[in-house]
Nanobody, 124 residues
Framework: QVQLVESGGGLVQGGGSLSLSCAAS????????MAWFRQAPGKEREFVAI????????YSVDSVKGRFPISRDNAKNTVYLQMNSLKPEDTAVYYC?????????????????WGQGTQVTVSS
């Protein structure tokens, strides 16, 4: 098993940047593909991006492509989501998730492991 802890959320003005981190413990994170999801109030949890175990492959949804690069440092057991050009509609709780194999699943139930989430609020 792997335990995930997100950090880096906060309040930022529109157009600003935030960097989210997800620290893994237990089994090393390099055994897992890592993803970011987000959930806005009253909405379903939404897939944002995923990165392969080595970091060689990434995928993100169109709404964040080019703005939210995902990366990882396996030596630090940490995955990052650099959030640039933030918009008010990016406001949500952001969750880190893990699955054993790099496959692009938008469905949260395909990810066995989850962090507790970190709040990101973007003001207009």
């Amino acid at each position: 098993q792997v335990q995930l802890v997100e950090s880096g959320g906060g309040l930022v003005q529109g157009g600003g940047s935030l960097s989210l981190s997800c620290a893994a413990s237990g089994r090393t994170s390099s055994n897992y593909a890592m993803a970011w999801f987000r959930q806005a109030p009253g909405k379903e949890r939404e897939f944002v991006a995923i990165i392969s175990r080595s970091g060689a492959s990434t995928y993100s949804v169109d709404s964040v492509k080019g703005r939210f690069p995902i990366s990882r440092d396996n030596a630090k057991n940490t995955v990052y989501l650099q959030m640039n050009s933030l918009k008010p509609e990016d406001t949500a709780v952001y969750y880190c998730a893990a699955r054993p194999v790099f496959q692009i699943y938008y469905t949260p139930s395909e990810y066995p492991y989850w962090g507790q989430g970190t709040q990101v609020t973007v003001s207009s």
